[in-house]
Nanobody, 116 residues
Framework: QVQLVESGGGLVQPGGSLRLSCGASGIIFSSFTMGWYRQAPGKQRELVASITSGSSTNYTDSVKGRFTISRDNAKNTVYLQMNSLKPEDTAVYYC??????????WGKGTLVTVSS
């Protein structure tokens, strides 16, 4: 049974930081591309950042220079360090595990609210 469990969301003031974590079980973690997606109210889910099995990273333009994705294969965990947060970063953040086009798994999400 595959499980992706996100943690680390919460309320933060503009300019603040949060670190999201996603622990995975039931998959060969090191073989999967891991990603963080987000969905704001009334908007479509969008890719925020991804990291391949070889640790190549990709970011959406709006978070470049502010967010950092990383992975610890020994702990089956992927992280998203979010700095200089803005109100427009407010969303539910979802962890995703993908193995080419054949396997695709999602976590249940964690809410990040950026507000003063």
């Amino acid at each position: 049974q595959v499980q992706l469990v996100e943690s680390g969301g919460g309320l933060v003031q503009p300019g603040g930081s949060l670190r999201l974590s996603c622990g995975a079980s039931g998959i060969i973690f090191s073989s999967f591309t891991m990603g963080w997606y987000r969905q704001a109210p009334g908007k479509q889910r969008e890719l925020v950042a991804s990291i391949t099995s070889g640790s190549s990273t990709n970011y959406t333009d709006s978070v470049k220079g502010r967010f950092t994705i990383s992975r610890d294969n020994a702990k089956n965990t992927v992280y998203l360090q979010m700095n200089s947060l803005k109100p427009e970063d407010t969303a539910v953040y979802y962890c995703n595990a993908r193995f080419f086009l054949s396997l695709n798994y999602w976590g249940k999400g964690t809410l990040v609210t950026v507000s003063s």
